[in-house]
C-alpha cells in the first residue's frame, strides 16, 4: 500500500518580495528553493539513519532536484521521492504513520530555520492505494488530493504573530518583533560571510534589530549567491555579482532606473496535466511525470544561462573600467564595487536573478537593457525541448522599469501585472496551445498609486496608445505590427542606427519628443504635425502600410504604432546575439 503527500507553498510571494531591500528577498526566495528540495532529502534521509528507512535519493549535494532521485525501481521503500521543487513536491510513503512523522519533522526544521514561511501538506487516504501496474490510477488519487489540499489552504488557521510587549524592539524591515542585532548574529553563526555583505549590513542596518525571519533571510542571502554562481553563472562571470538594487546600474548624474521581471510558463500545469493523461500505467506516470519535470527545470536553467553569457560579451573593459556596450557603440558605466576605504575592487554585473531553478523565473537588472534580455531570454527558452504535444517551452514576461529607488514590493507585483497582460497577446494568436512568447512593460517615474490599468488609464488617457503588449515574432495575420521586431525597427529608426531610413530621425531628436504629443491627440493631429514640420514619412513597420506611416495610428486596429518606441528611446541600448564573445 502507499501514502500520497503532497507539499505546496503559500504566500511565497509575500514571503519573498516583502522587504524593500533586495538581499533580504534573495535570502528569501533561497529559503524557499530550499524548503522544497534540499529539506526535503535531508528530513528523508536522516529517518534512513533513526529508522533504517529505504529511500530512492541518493548522496548528493546540488540543489537539482532531479540529480538526487535515483530513477532505478527499488523495491520496499519507506519514502519515494516523485518530484520536488518549484513550491512543492509530491512523496509516496508506505505507511500513513511514516508520512505523517515525516511531515512532523519538516514543519519543526521550517518553524527553525525560516520563521514564517508557510506550508502545506496533505496526504491520501490513511488506508493507502496500490500503484496499479496495468492503469494509470494514481491520477485520480492525485486529483482528489489537491482538492483537498486547496480546502486546508482555504480553511486553515492563519498565524496572529504576537506583535510585541512594552519591552520588545521592532524589527526594521519586517515590523515584527525584532531579536538581535543583524552583524553580531551572522557573524557569529554563519561562515564565511564576504567583507561586502559586512559593509551592506552594516549600512543598512547599523545598530537596529532584525526579527527571526529577516535574519533568516540575511542568512541564506550569501548561500544563494553562491549556488547562482554555479547554477546559473558557471563561475565564469568575472564581475561581481549584485545584491543590493543600487549596484545594477547608476550614471551619474542621470536618472537611475532598475527593471523586475517576471516570467510565466504559458499553461504549464495543463500541459503537465495533459503529458501525464497519455502515460499507462502509475510506474510509467511517476517516471514520466519526474522526467518532464526535470526537462522544464532544465530548459528554463538553459535559456538563462545562455542570457547571462548574452549580457556578459556586451560588456567591455576600458582603462581597468567596465562599461556595458550597445550593438550601435553606445555605452554606459558599470556600478563599482568598493572596500571599506573607498577604493574600486571590482565592477557589478548588471543583472541578478532572484527567483530561479523552476518554472517561474524573476530577475533585476539595469532599466536601460530590460526589454533586450527579456525579449532575448523568451526567444531563447522556446528553443528548448519538451518532448510532449507542444514540445517547445513558450512563456509571457512583465517588465516594471521603476527608479532605484521605488517600492521593492510594488514594482515587483507590477511585473506580475504586466505578465497578466502578456497573456492578453498570447490569447489573441494562440487560445489553444498558446505557442506564442510575449511580453509587456512599463516604466513608472515617480510613486504612482494604483494597478496597471489605473496607472495606464493615468498616464495615456488615449486607449490604444500602447502597441504592446509584444508577441516575439508571432503574427495575429499578414498586416500584424505588434511585435518586437517591430518595435526594435521603430526605436532604430527613430534613434538613427537604421540605414535604409529616407529620414535622419536621429537629427530630429526634438521633433521625435514633441510627436509623442500629437500621438496622443490622434491621426488628425500627427498629419498636422507632418505638415507644420515638413516631415516626410514616418519609420517604416515590417508590413507595407503607408497609411500608419503617415498617420501614426492603425485605423483597423485604433492603435499608436510609434508612441511606446519614442517614450522608450532613453532606456533603450540595443543588443546583438552576434556581438564578440570577449
Not at 522587504?19 to 535531508?42: C, H, K, M, P, Q
Request: proline share 2%.
Amino acid at each position: 500500500m502507499a501514502i500520497l503527500t503532497v507539499i505546496d507553498t503559500t504566500g511565497t510571494q509575500s514571503y519573498i518580495f516583502g522587504s524593500n531591500r533586495l538581499r533580504e528577498s534573495i535570502g528569501a526566495s533561497e529559503i524557499v528553493a530550499r524548503a522544497t528540495t534540499r529539506w526535503v532529502f535531508d528530513v528523508i534521509k536522516s529517518f534512513e539513519n533513526e529508522n533504517g528507512w529505504m529511500h530512492n535519493l541518493k548522496s548528493s549535494e546540488e540543489m537539482n532536484p532531479f540529480d538526487e532521485i535515483d530513477e532505478n525501481e527499488i523495491e520496499n521503500l519507506q519514502a519515494e521521492v516523485i518530484y520536488c521543487g518549484g513550491g512543492n513536491g509530491f512523496i509516496l510513503f508506505d505507511t500513513f504513520d511514516n508520512a505523517k512523522e515525516f511531515s512532523k519533522k519538516y514543519t519543526g526544521k521550517l518553524l527553525k530555520d525560516a520563521p514564517n514561511f508557510q506550508v502545506v501538506i496533505a496526504h491520501s487516504d490513511c488506508d493507502g492505494f496500490s500503484l496499479d501496474e496495468n492503469k494509470l490510477t494514481i491520477i485520480g488519487i492525485l486529483d482528489s488530493l489537491m482538492k483537498k489540499l486547496n480546502r486546508k489552504k482555504a480553511n486553515r488557521d492563519i498565524s496572529t504573530p504576537l506583535l510585541g510587549l512594552a519591552v520588545s524592539a521592532q524589527c526594521v524591515s519586517s515590523g515584527g518583533v525584532a531579536v538581535a542585532q543583524p552583524i553580531p548574529r551572522l557573524i557569529d553563526i554563519r561562515e564565511n560571510l564576504p567583507e561586502e555583505a559586512i559593509i551592506a549590513l552594516e549600512d543598512k542596518y547599523k545598530h537596529n534589530y532584525l526579527s527571526a525571519e529577516t535574519l533568516a533571510k540575511l542568512a541564506f542571502a550569501e548561500k544563494a549567491t553562491k549556488r547562482l554562481k554555479g547554477e546559473v553563472f558557471n563561475n565564469q562571470i568575472a564581475l561581481e555579482i549584485p545584491r543590493e538594487l543600487d549596484d545594477l546600474g547608476r550614471t551619474h548624474d542621470e536618472a537611475s532606473y532598475v527593471a523586475f521581471v517576471h516570467t510565466d510558463g504559458n499553461g504549464m500545469g495543463e500541459r503537465i496535466k495533459l503529458f501525464g493523461n497519455k502515460l499507462q500505467n502509475d510506474r510509467e506516470w511517476i517516471k514520466g511525470i519526474r522526467l518532464f519535470s526535470s526537462k522544464i527545470y532544465t530548459a528554463n536553467k538553459n535559456a538563462l544561462q545562455e542570457t547571462v553569457k548574452y549580457l556578459n560579451d556586451h560588456l567591455k573593459k576600458i582603462d581597468d573600467n567596465w562599461f556595458f556596450v550597445s550593438a550601435d557603440s553606445e555605452m554606459f558605466k558599470l556600478s563599482p564595487k568598493k572596500n571599506k576605504k573607498g577604493e574600486i575592487t571590482n565592477y557589478y554585473f548588471p543583472l541578478r536573478p532572484i527567483i530561479f531553478g523552476g518554472e517561474d523565473i524573476a530577475f533585476v537588472c539595469d532599466g536601460r537593457i530590460a526589454l533586450n534580455l527579456t525579449s532575448f531570454y523568451l526567444t531563447k527558452l522556446r528553443e528548448q525541448e519538451l518532448d510532449d504535444q507542444v514540445n517547445y517551452l513558450y512563456a509571457r514576461a512583465g517588465i516594471a522599469i521603476v527608479k532605484s529607488h521605488f517600492p521593492f514590493r510594488r514594482a515587483y507585483d507590477l511585473s506580475e501585472q504586466l505578465a497578466k497582460s502578456a497573456k492578453e497577446r498570447i490569447n489573441a494568436i494562440d487560445q489553444a496551445e498558446k505557442k506564442v512568447a510575449a511580453m509587456d512593460w512599463q516604466v513608472v517615474a515617480s510613486g504612482l498609486l494604483g494597478n496597471l490599468n489605473e496607472i495606464r488609464e493615468r498616464e495615456y488617457i488615449s486607449a490604444g496608445l500602447n502597441m504592446r503588449p509584444l508577441s516575439i515574432d508571432e503574427r495575429e495575420s499578414d498586416d500584424d505590427w505588434q511585435t518586437w521586431k517591430d518595435f526594435e525597427k521603430v526605436i532604430r529608426a527613430f534613434q538613427g542606427t537604421l540605414s535604409d531610413e529616407k529620414t535622419n530621425w536621429r537629427e530630429k531628436r526634438n521633433k521625435v519628443k514633441a510627436l509623442r504629443e500629437a500621438l496622443r491627440n490622434g491621426k488628425d493631429a500627427v498629419e498636422k504635425f507632418r505638415g507644420n514640420y515638413r516631415l516626410d514619412l514616418l519609420p517604416s513597420l515590417t508590413i507595407a502600410n503607408k497609411a500608419i506611416q503617415e498617420k501614426g495610428w492603425d485605423e483597423s486596429k485604433q492603435r499608436c504604432s510609434y508612441f511606446d518606441a519614442i517614450e522608450m528611446l532613453d532606456l533603450f541600448y540595443r543588443m546583438e546575439e552576434t556581438t564578440e564573445a570577449k
